[in-house]
């Protein structure tokens, strides 16, 4: 099975810092990547697919980019709001596996 | 708009077997596979398997093969995961979710989750 692989696995920044976090595959699954954010205590919420496709509603500093094996998440400008564990996850077969998650937090 | 409401906390001893239900509404329920996945205490999300609705037929997580079964009622457009054999590390929020109507797709629309603890 292809493994997912986020990096880091936590992070602390400042208010209006400019967030990345990377995701690795262990074999290359084209664009079928998203992107779901969980904030503390909620379901998860899918902000990207197709590694770079936002969401409708979901804000513009957050981004995706990469393809094959490589993606990554940004967050332009860091808001306290956007404070949560965010999850990659593959999709081009099963198992539809996760990444372990990076938590966000606000320095 | 599209809903997936879940069955109510349980609480099960070791050995057990619980059957969680996530009934649909507000889209056509055979035209839209949708996946189960749980998420331990302070762990991450973890795929158990991909129901089809329209045909009735799953596939499981091999971890989960042979203790999982899925099955749905369509003239109440709902979905069940039977989870047996209970074991500590079960407990969970076990959550559904629906993708598009193509088996190769994210999770659009999630469940609120139901809360499945194993304790004797």
């Known amino acids: 099975d292809i493994q997912m692989t986020q990096s880091p696995s936590s992070l602390s920044a400042s208010v209006g810092d400019r967030v990345t976090i990377t995701c690795r595959a262990s074999?290359?699954?084209?664009?079928?990547l998203a992107w779901y954010q969980q904030k503390p205590g909620k379901v998860p919420k899918l902000l990207i697919d197709?590694?770079?496709t936002l969401q409708s509603g979901v804000p513009s500093r957050f981004s995706g980019s990469g393809s094959g094996t490589d993606f990554t998440l940004t967050i332009s400008s860091l808001q306290p709001e956007d404070v949560a564990i965010y999850y990659c996850?593959?999709?081009?077969?099963?198992?539809?596996?996760f990444g372990q998650g990076t938590k966000v937090e606000i320095k | 708009q599209v809903q997936l409401v879940q069955s109510g906390a349980e609480v099960k001893k070791p050995g057990a077997s619980v059957k969680v239900s996530c009934k649909a509404s507000?889209?056509?329920?055979?035209?839209?596979?949708l996946h189960w996945v749980r998420q331990a205490p302070g762990q991450g999300l973890e795929w158990m398997g991909i129901?089809?609705?329209?045909?009735?037929?799953?596939v499981l997580a091999q971890k989960f093969q042979g203790r999982v079964t899925m099955t749905s009622d369509t003239s109440t457009s709902t979905v069940y995961m039977e989870l047996n054999s209970l074991r500590s590390e079960d407990t969970a929020v076990y959550y559904c979710?629906?993708?598009?109507?193509?088996?190769?797709?994210?999770?659009?629309?999630w469940g609120q989750g139901t809360l499945v603890t194993v304790s004797s």
């Open positions: 979710a629906r993708a598009l109507p193509a088996y190769i797709s994210a999770f659009y629309y």
């Open positions: 507000g889209y056509t329920f055979t035209n839209f596979y």
């Open positions: 129901f089809n609705p329209s045909v009735g037929s799953a």
């Open positions: 074999q290359g699954i084209g664009n079928y």
């Open positions: 197709a590694a770079s």
């Open positions: 996850q593959k999709y081009n077969s099963a198992p539809w596996t």
